[in-house]
T-cell receptor
Framework: KAGVTQTPRYLIKTRGQQVTLSCSPI?????VSWYQQTPGQGLQFLFE???????NKGNFPGRFSGRQFSNSRSEMNVSTLELGDSALYLC???????????FGDGTRLSIL | DQQVKQNSPSLSVQEGRISILNCDYT??????FLWYKKYPAEGPTFLIS?????DKNEDGRFTVFLNKSAKHLSLHIVPSQPGDSAVYFC?????????????FGAGTRLTVKP
């Protein structure tokens, strides 16, 4: 059974640009969550999608957005990139909400 | 708001000894707690969980203890093995919120020396 797949693995952008990250959950998993990991900060919750609807959102500015498609695949978009957005972005899926999540290996985003 | 705290950024133990990783939380609504392990260049992997109706959950070499009154949980690894060397994250959520808004600690890097 394939795990959570995130693409791309690495990305380099410059300030002001926008970026879209992709996540394919484990087959059958309907809940997808996104996290930002920075050194010393652990994993910060971004948002959760379930059945193509955003169910919950963390404390991030509106520049961070996402969506989920009918096949449960999800994308995350960050507009007007700032240096502080450099981080590892992790996607996690679970069968239903409130279950242990399975994480992808992340997309490392570097802003120059 | 750091609702979940792991105050030890690193821990080093000898192979065969016990590793104890600690985690504190502030939100009394949290009733579901998890531990994840993360190797470099990989995503976190679910290790073990515990709900607030229990005070202990065991899975092989891994045991999680929950002290609700102290808002504290710990992960015990016995015996520790070099392959356990990784970053361990504690996470918590509130089932009443009915969501996947899990709050994670900053992680503790465990090094098990042969």
């Amino acid at each position: 059974k394939a795990g959570v797949t995130q693409t791309p693995r690495y990305l380099i952008k410059t300030r002001g640009q926008q970026v879209t990250l992709s996540c394919s959950p484990i087959s059958g998993h309907r809940s997808v969550s996104w996290y930002q990991q920075t050194p010393g900060q652990g994993l910060q919750f971004l948002f959760e999608y379930f059945s193509e609807t955003q169910r919950n959102k963390g404390n991030f500015p509106g520049r961070f957005s996402g969506r989920q498609f009918s096949n449960s695949r999800s994308e995350m978009n960050v507009s007007t990139l700032e240096l502080g957005d450099s981080a590892l972005y992790l996607c996690a899926s679970s069968l239903t909400r409130g279950q242990p999540q399975h994480f992808g290996d992340g997309t490392r985003l570097s802003i120059l | 708001d750091q609702q979940v705290k792991q105050n030890s950024p690193s821990l080093s133990v000898q192979e065969g000894r016990i590793s104890i990783l600690n985690c504190d939380y502030t939100n009394s609504m949290f009733d579901y707690f998890l531990w994840y392990k993360k190797y470099p260049a990989e995503g976190p992997t679910f290790l073990i969980s515990i709900s607030s109706i229990k005070d202990k959950n065991e899975d092989g070499r891994f045991t999680v203890f929950l002290n609700k009154s102290a808002k504290h949980l710990s992960l015990h690894i016995v015996p520790s093995q070099p392959g356990d060397s990784a970053v361990y994250f504690c996470a918590a959520s509130a089932s009443s919120y009915n969501n996947n808004d899990m709050r994670f600690g900053a992680g503790t890097r465990l090094t098990v020396k042969p």
